[in-house]
């Protein structure tokens, strides 16, 4: 059974920086797609950072303007977000995805469609 799991959701000041951990169980990494979403109150889900875990090949959101990177460690099995000069604008639960595919997917890397498994989210909130 696939289980994503995150970590590291938390209330901040704007300005500061987060990163998120998804350690994935019954699934390996390696050489599949993995994403981060996020959903405000409110607003539909939305991607915002995507890697092909074998070439470590990233795709960002435009509006992510590089405060965000994404990165893996294969060995702990597990997908970080590192969010920094957070703005209240990135207050949302922050789900990691994982695709059931083995290889690139033939989509788009941050379209939802794409991926088959997710974990249950990690709040972050930013305060002004």
């Known amino acids: 059974q696939v289980q994503l799991v995150e970590s590291g959701g938390s209330k901040v000041q704007a300005g500061g920086t987060l990163k998120l951990s998804c350690a994935a169980s019954?699934?390996?990494?390696?050489?599949?797609?993995m994403a981060w979403f996020r959903q405000a109150p409110g607003k539909e889900r939305e991607g915002v950072a995507a890697i092909y875990t074998t070439d470590d090949y990233p795709k960002y959101a435009d509006f992510v303007k590089d405060r965000f990177t994404i990165s893996q460690d294969n060995a702990k099995n597990t997908v970080y977000l590192q969010i920094n000069n957070l703005n209240p604008d990135d207050t949302a639960v922050y789900y990691c995805?994982?695709?059931?595919?083995?290889?690139?997917?033939?989509?788009?890397?941050?379209?939802?469609?794409?991926?088959?498994?997710w974990g249950q989210g990690t709040q972050v909130t930013v305060s002004s």
């Open positions: 995805a994982a695709s059931a595919v083995l290889g690139l997917v033939r989509g788009d890397l941050l379209d939802a469609a794409e991926y088959n498994y």
């Open positions: 019954g699934y390996t990494i390696r050489n599949h797609c």
